[in-house]
């Protein structure tokens, strides 16, 4: 039997293969159209608190003698920077939040009144317990909901 026609085979096996295996690298990315506020905001609120952890850090590391003073200020000074851009891009968000369509979604705190950010789970105003709240359109859900029964959108849990 002659191995020319197997190589061949194999050696078009492989060019398919490595195909397949290399386009999604080189293909370009997919940004999406629209991002979802709600989406931006989760993304935000964590970057700040992880922006918090690592002036912690820092903090720790300075107390340790693992950095001098300059290193820690220099640091500090850049993530507080950091900290306080992406607190304006928050309230910028939130002062130009659409109020949602549905009435359930538009309730305020049960104490004073201030509307509720979606996803919070205090007043932002008097810190009263509020609840779980749906991130994409502030209706109330319970603990266990894997989706907001006003909306259809996922839950993190």
Avoid: H, W
Wanted: some cysteine; aromatic content about 6%.
């Amino acid at each position: 039997m002659d191995p020319l026609p197997t190589l061949a085979t194999l050696f078009l096996i492989f060019l398919v293969a490595t195909y397949y295996v290399l386009v999604p690298f080189l293909s370009a990315k997919v940004e999406p159209v629209g991002e979802d506020t709600a989406d931006r905001t989760i993304a935000l609120e964590l970057r700040k608190v992880n922006l918090f952890k690592q002036i912690r850090e820092a903090e720790f590391e300075r107390e340790m003698g693992l950095i001098n003073e300059e290193d820690f200020d220099r640091t500090k000074a850049d993530l507080v920077a950091e900290v306080a851009e992406v607190m304006r891009e928050l309230d910028g968000m939130t002062r130009n939040q659409a109020p949602p369509e549905n009435g359930a979604a538009a309730s305020g705190c049960p104490n004073c009144g201030t509307p509720i950010v979606p996803g919070a789970r205090f007043c932002t105003q008097c810190g009263t317990a509020v609840g779980d709240a749906c991130p994409g359109c502030g209706a109330t859900v319970s603990p266990g909901d894997r989706f907001c029964a006003s909306c259809g959108r996922g839950l993190l849990n």
